[in-house]
């Protein structure tokens, strides 16, 4: 029986990957490298939007994507959990529905349980990117700096840029962490043999079980 997919992908709107494409061409690939594994499939219909993952109600793709896979009795697949949404409430909704269902490409044998975990892990780092927009916003004004509109989309490209570069290295860790996954290694023995070879975190600190398995599922 042939699987029937819905591909979406999704880009931050203002960010560096619209122009770069680097986004796309990334999830494009983890998408493929999923779907080599699955035998007999067709895709019907691929979607792509370009808008932030922190409202999902305004992603009017999202939601024609979610349609089609319902009524041609699709699979939705993404790259990554945080490509479909960094809203906890709305992944839940979808994990409950009858209606929909839907894959993650790095993921490929999580199950309910694990996704919300992810979900979680995904809203919290959202939180954590306001927070530090709030603060430097914050010091920015104490320091006498005029913030005003310019000021706001300096501060906010500066942390693009930083969640950029953060991805990029989390790109590099997932390729020398997943393999070793895939062996059967535990979260604590891989920051081990990363603290053996002295790979560091971007901070210089040695890597702890948690700060691995967060690089995995950024």
């Known amino acids: 029986m042939t699987t029937k997919f819905v591909i979406y992908r999704r880009i931050s709107g203002g960010s560096n990957q619209i122009k770069s494409g680097l986004g796309l061409e990334a999830q494009t690939y983890e998408i493929n490298c999923y779907l080599q594994g699955v035998d007999d499939h067709?895709?019907?219909e691929e979607f792509t939007e370009i808008a932030s993952g922190k409202n999902h109600q305004n992603r009017p793709i999202l939601q024609s994507?979610?349609?089609?896979?319902?009524?041609?009795?699709?699979?939705?697949?993404?790259?990554?959990?945080?490509?479909?949404?960094?809203?906890?409430?709305?992944?839940?909704?979808?994990?409950?529905?009858?209606?929909?269902?839907?894959?993650i490409a790095t993921m490929p044998t999580a199950d309910n349980f694990i996704l919300s975990i992810y979900a979680a892990m995904v809203q919290k780092d959202r939180e954590m990117i306001s927070i530090r927009t709030k603060n430097s916003l914050r010091e920015a004004k104490k320091r006498g700096t005029l913030l005003g509109i310019k000021g706001k989309e300096n501060i906010k490209q500066a942390n693009l840029k930083k969640i950029q570069q953060a991805d990029e290295f989390a790109e590099k860790v997932k390729k020398v962490v997943i393999p070793m996954r895939e062996e059967g290694k535990t979260y604590l023995q891989i920051a081990r043999i990363l603290c053996n070879v002295n790979f560091l975190t971007p901070r210089g600190k040695?890597?702890?079980?948690?700060?691995?398995?967060?690089?995995?599922?950024?």
Do not use: G
């Open 65 to 103: 994507a979610i349609e089609k896979s319902i009524q041609t009795n699709s699979i939705l697949l993404t790259s990554r959990i945080c490509r479909l949404s960094r809203d906890l409430e709305f992944t839940a909704h979808l994990m409950k529905s009858t209606k929909v269902r839907f894959r």
């Open 42 to 44: 067709t895709i019907v």
């Open 206 to 218: 040695q890597f702890t079980p948690s700060s691995v398995q967060r690089y995995c599922v950024r």
